[in-house]
């Protein structure tokens, strides 16, 4: 399983873009790049999968370079309800990879 | 979308006693499932994978006969923590594995458990 860094906390203001990256070195080429936002006391929620290049979708946008080892979340004017922890995901999806959670990017959005 | 719900969504034992969590996928068959355990201010971490009709397969340091996961069809599966003490109080979520193209996987939306 391809093991992931992200940046332990961000901070941003209601209206400004985040983008979170997400390194992932050693990636396997069957390897999916999944995204999920989590709230206190919930269970994550999926915002966005992607393989290479860029992938958007009503919520946000995820960035991949050709080489594939990082990726991007972009979060288009983050608003305060944005507040959440964000986990980025690499693994074999056809093979029917483990989830095995990183230690995710706890963002704070300010008024 | 894919809807995943846990029962109960909070509970309070008795230390020594045991507690079910039972984990549904609502509109969809999922032959696989997944056991996580979240301490506060921390990330999700593996229990264990359940597979419809096997027995389930554990994370190293996860006592399987602390935590008996049941995944009797391809919409439940359980997780009952045996002899429950205050250490175990946490927050238990599971997931479930949409069988399809890109294997989706639907997170339900926790269980908090406090061991008294």
């Known amino acids: 399983l391809a093991k992931t860094t992200q940046p332990i906390s961000m901070d941003s203001y209601e209206g400004q873009e985040v983008n979170i990256t997400c390194s992932h070195n050693?990636?396997?080429?069957?390897?999916?790049i999944t995204w999920y936002q989590q709230f206190p006391s919930q269970g994550p929620r999926f915002i966005i999968q992607?393989?290479?290049t860029k992938v958007t979708n009503e919520v946000a946008s995820l960035f991949i370079p050709a080489d594939r080892k990082s990726s991007t979340l972009s979060l288009p004017r983050v608003s305060l309800s944005d507040t959440a922890v964000y986990y980025c995901?690499?693994?074999?999806?056809?093979?029917?990879?483990?989830?095995?959670f990183g230690a995710g990017t706890r963002l704070f959005v300010k008024a | 979308g894919a809807v995943v719900s846990q029962h109960p969504s909070r509970v309070i034992c008795k230390s020594g006693t045991s507690v079910k969590i039972e984990c549904r996928s609502l509109?969809?068959?999922?032959?696989?499932m997944f056991w996580y355990r979240q301490f506060p201010k921390q990330s999700l971490m593996l229990m264990a994978t359940?597979?419809?009709?096997?027995?389930?397969?554990?994370e190293q340091g996860v006592e399987k006969d602390k935590f008996l996961i049941n995944h009797a069809s391809l919409t439940l599966s359980t997780l009952t923590v045996t002899s429950a003490h205050p250490e175990d109080s946490s927050f238990y979520i599971c997931?479930?594995?949409?069988?399809?193209?890109?294997?989706?996987?639907?997170f339900g939306p926790g269980t908090r458990l406090t061991v008294l």
């Open positions: 997931s479930a594995r949409r069988q399809g193209a890109g294997n989706e996987q639907f």
């Open positions: 050693n990636i396997a080429t069957n390897d999916y």
């Open positions: 992607g393989y290479k």
């Open positions: 995901l690499v693994g074999d999806m056809a093979g029917g990879f483990k989830t095995i």
């Open positions: 509109d969809f068959q999922a032959t696989t």
């Open positions: 359940s597979n419809e009709g096997s027995k389930a397969t554990y």
